[in-house]
């Protein structure tokens, strides 16, 4: 039977992460190969998750100021070279579109791998006098970047996400909004999908192509692998310097804005799989879950199970996303469909239930079980929620308390990785010889200089000379 | 002053329609033109209607049983050929990738025109018994077509739409879906956008490349202009042959599914506004006005008015979409700008007001005062916006029903048009050569057959054989 096949057929992550990863995203029903290498369809099960954090995070974005736009897919060639870091970090990984029709075109289009400098063109038309002042704008839409090697959700040509691009009067005006940004989505990862970040600055190395200043939410997902989940850039005035976008300020001189730009994508969806996943499949905190909870009819066919079901169904949907499984499958099987979608709550109710008014309510993310009154259902559904929601943010931290070592040596750095992965706080001398030095020898890269320091020693943990600051180390998606 | 000279410079409709549309386009903050030629950038103004239309469309497909999907934007060269009419249809308006970072791409990739052959490719191996149907996804997106004419929201480079592509086991389930979907867009146009549209079938001739039947919506616009405003095709099984679409049914027998597709677009921001539009700007329906209500303080620096103007606002706020102008500018030049920006009401609220313990709202659409008591503010102003989004339809529907003829000749079909445009309907033969004809001789299109039919005359307006339908005539944007 093909259910218990998919069930039966996720390799167990300890055997091997990577595979447990694609059998999940796969059976879970989230997104399925296609044609078009290094693309994936999004399906229902994956979409819907989408769109509740699209939702949720276009809410806080409101609430901040933002304002959504939408600007054109392409980038004439002579637009993406105006900013020189820029069209370096970007040129060798874009789409090149030549011809229009049955035409060649006059200048090749690039299909925007983000939008820095499409914003920069309409912004230097759109910005004349600091009334004009702060542009805050934002638009979801799909990028495109020719990466080799992908992912479902890590690493794909085309993903989906949004980008935020915004136009100040100050440096200091910039700078607050790159780092307001930086904490809401840092607060989005931890109050919706119940993912603790490390918030920090990038190195030098690591920061974006034309960026003064890039700061990241850094992830631990269960294998010990950092990811990536969100970055907030500060352009200071080099893109306006670039494009000419200046402004009337108020005592009628010319200024250039400062600019910032920030994004998160559909790579969340990968996090949420590998922060709360097990290897009975996805485990969906209640906020993103487009199914809350599923209610299962045991022995359906006797009399009044069914249309108890259907009405535990409407009287919660009032308040939460619920469905019933009134397929002909078995109970058992409709568990682990249930666990491999990663419901948040599961409902038994049986004839037996019935008889005593009560139901089984069976939490995904513990598997455990609590009787509880039919007549309080809509109460303890909402409150288990509650808890599962916060709970689950709680192991996550606790797992990456867990896995977050310090090291003071070379030596103790290379033991750590080589015992298997997690950040690793470190001191460095802040030169880009010890960074290189670092990644060339065991493979792992400076996730960021934390905004919480500590002082571990006084010295660099590659070259000795004087600490600057504290980095966190990891293994990377 | 900016704003004095953005109100005088709209071209009255009367002397110039298109000129008129393209100046509120811009005054209204709208839209605004980009370096990438045909495309335009979505302002803040006209993206936040387009969330309203994407939002109540959005619901009204979920009660449709529509799930939404994500697929790649680009099509192999080959996926696009494998449906002959199809391709011939889009081949010539499609925009090339042909390189990837440095490397030309071994097989160029078009962007999407439409996805047909996209989801094609997908239920090709999504679909394997009748229990895996009815498919019926959607996915909001942005496609391409490398149009030479272009005109904000009407017909750009790359516009912003919904494509819904379905499966079924049978042919009637799929004729079924394809009606159902297009009296949703129907209700949706007249309820939310208070356009009425004419629903009926296109001619072969103007039939979806690839379809065995195409239907369609037909709004009517101020200048007696049609526009199409969303389209259903019924595609019977010729896309699952041409891709190989094959489900076990019931007795295990391989069939073909039946599919359809249908869309809406950006283009529906254009309806609105040629629809509804005036002299003075933009008439947006309360439905889909990002700002409902608009409140104006009268004498803003006398004591309590300013303060009284945000207490209204924060006691409206609970129950519409409002904001305060508390610029500097003169009540007459936000008056002017409110109307340009099309709130459907606007509340003036000064000293007198305040000691009367009253205010007046006046109405976008007719510019109608009332005077009402601020204790009674948040009922009068709701009752005002369902009054304005009703009569709003009933307006547009009178100005339809005016610019409707009917024609037994090519005399009168030429008289008709020579003195304006409109709706014309006439009977007609079947015939293409006749279809043709009146195309050539008169510049206007066969609108659609209409599903309410009528008869005018036994024989066709043409070629005067016997008529087998009524069709609707229009010149088309």
Known sequence: MADKKMVE??????????QWYTDVVKKAELIDYTSVKGCMVIKPAGYAIWELIQRQLDERFKEAGVENVYLPMFI???????????????????A????????????????????ETLFCDFYKNDIHSYRDLPRVYNQWCSVVRWEKETRPFLR????LWQEGHTAHATEEEAQQRTIQMLNLYAQFCEEVLAIPVIKGQKT????????????????????????????????????????????????????????????????LIGAIIMAHGDNEGLVLPPKVAPIQVCVIP?????????????????????????????????????????????????????????????????????????????EKLEESVAQLLDT???EMLERARAHREAHTYTAESMKEL????????????????????CEDAIKEKLSVTSRCIPFEQEKLSDVCVCCGKPAKKMVYWGKAY
Chains 1, 2 share one sequence.
């Open 156 to 159: 794909s040509r085309e993903f």
């Open 414 to 433: 290379e033991e750590i990785f080589s015992g298997g992965s997690g950040f690793v706080k470190a001191m460095w001398c802040g030169s880009q010889d």
């Open 9 to 18: 057929e996720i390799t167990s992550m300890d055997v091997d992460f990577a």
């Open 204 to 267: 030098d190395k690591e920061k974006f192509a034309g960026a003064v200043a890039t700061y990241t939410i850094e992830a631990l997902m269960h294998d010990g692998k950092a990811l990536q989940s969100g970055t907030s850039h500060n352009f200071g005035d080099g893109f306006a310097r670039a494009f000419g976008i200046q402004f009337a300020d108020k005592d009628n001189s010319l200024k250039y804005v400062h600019q910032t730009s920030w994004g998160m994508s559909t790579r």
């Open 76 to 94: 004439p060639e002579s637009l993406l070279q105006k900013e020189k870091d820029h069209v370096e970090g970007f040129a060798p990984e874009v």
């Open 388 to 390: 599962i929601q916060k």
């Open 298 to 374: 045991i022995q359906q066919k006797k009399e009044g199970v069914l249309e108890k079901a259907y009405e535990l169904r409407d009287r919660l949907k009032k308040t939460c996303r619920v469905k019933v499984d009134d397929t002909d499958k078995s109970p058992g099987w409709k568990f682990a469909e249930a666990e491999m979608r990663g419901y948040p709550i599961r409902v038994e109710i049986g004839p037996k239930d019935l008889e005593a008014g009560k139901c089984v309510l069976c939490r995904r993310d513990t598997r455990e079980k609590t009787e509880v009154s039919l």
């Open 96 to 115: 090149w579109v030549t011809h229009g029709g049955l035409q060649p075109l006059q200048e090749r289009l690039c299909v925007r791998p983000t939008s």
